[in-house]
T-cell receptor, first 117, second 113 residues
């Protein structure tokens, strides 16, 4: 149990375009999902917390107008990188915390590697 | 600023040995602690969670927590080459609106034949 999928796994786009990444919890419901970014040789940095039915909460320094998050259902959250630039190239990983379960465990999706040319 | 510190390694151990990975954290109020394994180019995979002082065992893995010392560790018994990965320590903290995780930079473990 606790499987999270992410799509696409890899995307290459031109500078200035927008990219949408989907995160789905496959066998559980998740009121809360999280979006992380990981640069090479660095640890995971939390970008934002996605709450079903309400606005996302962004970490300091993360532009909410650039990284649009929508958590439309208890199993789906999307991250849209708008007007992507080469510095946005990174490994984007979502995680989900099962609803109604004791504990704070987060289960990660396989990640999306974004390359902006 | 919530901080989680880990030795980056690499930590090299021979196959069959015990690997010991350590982590310290700064927030005394933290109540939840996790170890994730991350293979190169992949996303993290949850190995262990621990919430109370003491030891918690799951197969070849044992997590140890000492809240007074703000220290959490992971022991891997009978280390296998497939255990070679980066191990991330994560600490939960309450934001008032739910818990978030702060991750350490990870310790690279190499299990040698």
């Amino acid at each position: 149990g606790a499987v999270v999928s992410q799509h696409p796994s890899r995307v290459i786009c031109k500078s200035g375009t927008s990219v949408k990444i989907e995160c789905r919890s496959l066998d559980f419901q998740a009121t809360t999902m999280f979006w992380y970014r990981q640069f090479p040789k660095q640890s995971l940095m939390l970008m934002a917390t996605s709450n079903e039915g309400s606005k996302a909460t962004y970490e300091q320094g993360v532009e909410k107008d650039k990284f649009l998050i929508n958590h439309a259902s208890l199993t789906l959250s999307t991250l849209t990188v708008t007007s992507a630039h080469p510095e946005d190239s990174s490994f984007y990983i979502c995680s989900a915390r099962p609803s109604g379960r004791a504990g704070d465990e987060q289960f990660f999706g396989p990640g999306t590697r974004l390359t902006v040319l | 600023q919530k901080e989680v510190e880990q030795n980056s390694g690499p930590l090299s151990v021979p196959e069959g040995a015990i690997a010991s990975l350590n982590c310290t954290y700064s927030d005394r109020g933290s109540q939840s602690f996790f170890w994730y394994r991350q293979y190169s180019g992949k996303s993290p995979e949850l190995i262990m969670s621990i919430y109370s002082n003491g030891d918690k065992e799951d197969g070849r893995f044992t997590a140890q927590l000492n809240k007074a010392s703000q220290y959490v560790s992971l022991l891997i018994r009978d280390s296998q080459p497939s255990d070679s990965a980066t191990y991330l320590c994560a600490v939960g903290y309450d934001t008032g609106g739910g818990n978030k995780l702060t991750f350490g930079t990870g310790t690279q473990l190499k299990v040698e034949l």
